[in-house]
């Protein structure tokens, strides 16, 4: 047996994560990834980017830091290999690769900034083989503060991939919000065309936080029935509710009910009565194609 410590820093619109795996390879048995630790750091760099186009001064500092003790962390971990990847937030700031460099020179952490074809790429290499394995189709759904990733899966194979500039973040006036809208639903309804029995896969801190609060057992799916009704007990309570009475950080309370509406359209416009969340995202996505040697330090 063979296990070998990797980390993986995402960050995203909303947050920044450190996830710390352990890999563990044995002969004639599959690779098994668990998840050593998973630290979360609530760095709003969609507020900076979605509005002014730069990284501010504070959010520069606090993401100096905030490397700077992931650092520290991988070190104590004992991390051998670790790729820190930037999201639709950093790639939209005009000094995102300034504020790149300028990590790396304070805190030796080296960041990339992907495009939402790879992040796609990236998470699609998780788990998610598991369930795409078949016949069935599905239509993978990552909800960002910044983007929204779909990618249609068809016998186990990626048949069409978008991304879409709608996050929970981003702020757009209501006739852009109507025209993404209409351009996402002209999307899923011309490549769900000719598939039957689809079904919707949930990605991101929001459908995770949907499917722990709906109690439900791992691996069992939440129907578009219940996907509506939750989003209605939501869209009822105020801010301040969904903080004290449900116990949501006030970073997620803010941004749960615009990623649900973005969930509940794509099963809608897809006819898919049910939706998957196998707790997967970028990090996951990332420690697995550090291994399979698809992604470089």
């Given at each position: 047996m063979e296990i070998k410590k990797y980390a993986a820093i995402d960050i995203?619109?909303?947050?920044?994560?450190?996830?710390?795996?352990?890999?563990?390879?044995?002969?004639?048995?599959?690779?098994?990834?668990r998840k050593s630790s998973l630290v979360r750091v609530p760095v709003r760099l969609g507020?900076?980017?979605?509005?002014t186009g730069v990284i501010s001064e504070n959010n520069q500092t606090?993401?100096?830091?905030?490397?700077?003790?992931?650092?520290?962390?991988?070190?104590?971990?004992?991390?051998?290999?670790?790729?820190?990847?930037?999201t639709s937030a950093m790639r939209e700031a005009k000094n995102g690769q300034e504020v790149i460099e300028k990590i790396y020179k304070e805190s030796g952490v080296?960041?990339?900034?992907?495009?939402?074809?790879?992040?796609?790429?990236?998470?699609?290499?998780?788990?998610?083989?598991?369930?795409?394995?078949?016949?069935?189709?599905?239509?993978?759904?990552?909800?960002?503060?910044?983007s929204t990733e779909l990618t249609f899966f068809s016998k186990g194979k990626i048949i069409a991939s978008k991304s879409f500039?709608?996050?929970?973040?981003?702020?757009?006036?209501?006739?852009?919000h109507k025209e993404i809208n209409k351009k996402i639903k002209s999307w899923i309804e011309n490549k769900s065309e000719g598939l039957s029995k689809i079904a919707l896969i949930g990605s991101g801190g929001n459908i995770n936080k949907i499917f722990k609060m709906s109690t439900r057992a791992e691996g069992k799916p939440l129907s578009y029935i219940y996907m509506r009704a939750h989003y209605k007990f939501l869209k009822q309570m105020t801010y301040?509710?969904?903080?004290?009475?449900?116990?949501?950080?006030?970073?997620?309370?803010?941004?749960?009910?615009?990623?649900?509406?973005?969930?509940?359209?794509?099963?809608?416009?897809?006819?898919?009565?049910?939706?998957?969340?196998?707790?997967?995202?970028?990090?996951?996505?990332i420690i697995k194609a550090l291994h399979s040697g698809k992604l470089d330090e």
């Open positions: 995203g619109s909303n947050a920044i994560r450190l996830l710390v795996s352990n890999v563990i390879v044995q002969e004639n048995s599959p690779t098994q990834y507020a900076d980017a979605f509005t606090r993401m100096i830091n905030t490397m700077k003790a992931f650092k520290l962390l991988m070190d104590v971990h004992g991390v051998e290999k670790y790729k820190a990847c930037a080296n960041i990339d900034i992907i495009n939402g074809k790879t992040e796609a790429a990236i998470i699609s290499a998780t788990d998610l083989n598991e369930l795409i394995l078949g016949d069935k189709s599905y239509l993978y759904v990552d909800v960002g503060g910044g500039k709608m996050g929970t973040v981003r702020t757009i006036d209501k006739e852009t301040e509710q969904l903080i004290s009475e449900l116990g949501l950080n006030p970073d997620r309370a803010d941004v749960i009910i615009p990623a649900s509406k973005i969930y509940i359209n794509a099963m809608k416009w897809s006819g898919a009565k049910n939706i998957y969340v196998p707790k997967i995202g970028l990090a996951d996505g």
